[in-house]
């Protein structure tokens, strides 16, 4: 196990750099220019425009560019955002928490639900529970979430006025008032999540429960729930958290849809605003660190997999 970590940890350092060298040269493909969204409708000479474009090093050519920067942001130094006048990687950790709490949020309702959700379905197959869970979860993966979080403001906050449409509070002025901002954009993100949990964690185990030493344990007498939950459930982890770890790391690329929906000052409304204003260097370092979060769980389901199938580790 630990060679096979330390090959996986490896393989890590080129995929960072293939990530950062994607994410400058996508960037620097956006229509419109930092200058013009600086200088905005004021008057100024072509004089004026060479001289904040050589500021901004706009001035040399994209190879020249991307021989200065890779350096620096290797070192984790992203420069300083245009407009907000500090340092990419401070505004990036300020905002980084509200993302992180939404994902997070958003992937444990997912596998509280999704999995006992599809465990039930599967050992319910071809019954009403069965049809039910598959009716839900193909609902979830249907709507699309920002439509789902509109509905979810229009019933629980216009209608019933139970809960907040948007903003955010920090958990400093009290655990509630942060908690009931983030349980709409919580219920919406984590609907088609659920819905691909439930469906794999229905064919895994279905896969799982046809196989002859399953047959077995029953056949021995053994309890029902220790058949499903010890000998199934284990042998379909290795599907299960690989979709899991899809899961997280679809959420946080949902968390740019949901908290503009939601008016969330997170990374993924950051990265929007950044786009708009042509800020470079804030949106390749928001980019950057939302993509090396997905990375990292990806890892981290890598080696779920192989500790729970011995024979990957082995392999190669």
Do not use: C
Request: charged content about 15%; hydrophobic content about 50%; glycine content about 8%.
């Amino acid at each position: 196990m630990v060679e096979y970590t330390l090959r996986r940890v490896l393989s890590f350092i080129p995929t960072i750099i293939i990530t950062l060298t994607s994410i400058f040269f996508i960037t620097r493909m956006i229509p419109g220019s930092p200058i013009a969204a600086l200088i905005g409708h004021q008057a100024v000479g072509a004089e004026q425009i060479e001289a904040i474009s050589s500021d901004l090093g706009l001035d040399k050519s994209l190879i020249d560019q991307y021989l200065e920067w890779l350096p620096a942001v290797l070192t984790g130094d992203f420069g300083t955002s245009l407009f907000y006048e500090d340092s990419v990687v401070q505004v990036v950790m300020d905002r980084f928490p509200v993302t992180l709490y939404l994902t997070v949020f958003s992937m444990i309702l997912t596998i509280l639900v999704g999995i006992p959700l599809g465990i039930y379905a599967s050992i319910r197959r071809g019954r009403v529970a069965d049809y039910a869970s598959n009716v839900f979860s193909s609902l979830g993966m249907a709507m699309p979430s920002f439509w789902l979080g509109f509905l979810l403001i229009i019933l629980f906050a216009v209608t019933l006025d139970w809960l907040p449409a948007s903003g955010y509070r920090s958990p400093d002025f009290g655990i509630w008032e942060w908690l009931k901002r983030l349980i709409l954009p919580v219920l919406a993100q984590s609907l088609a999540q659920i819905g691909l949990v439930v469906r794999m964690t229905r064919a895994s185990m279905i896969d799982v429960l046809d196989q002859e030493y399953i047959t077995m344990a029953r056949a021995k007498g053994l309890p029902e729930s220790r058949v499903v939950l010890k000998h199934a459930l284990k042998n379909a982890m290795t599907q299960i958290s690989t979709v899991v770890g899809l899961t997280f790391a679809l959420g946080l690329g949902g968390s740019v849809i949901i908290e503009n929906v939601f008016a969330l000052p997170g990374l993924g409304q950051l990265i929007t605003i950044a786009a708009v204003r042509r800020d470079y260097s804030m949106l390749e370092g928001g980019i950057f660190y939302l993509t090396l979060v997905a990375l990292i769980v990806n890892l981290a389901v890598d080696l779920a997999y192989a500790y729970f199938n011995p024979r990957i580790r082995h392999t190669g």
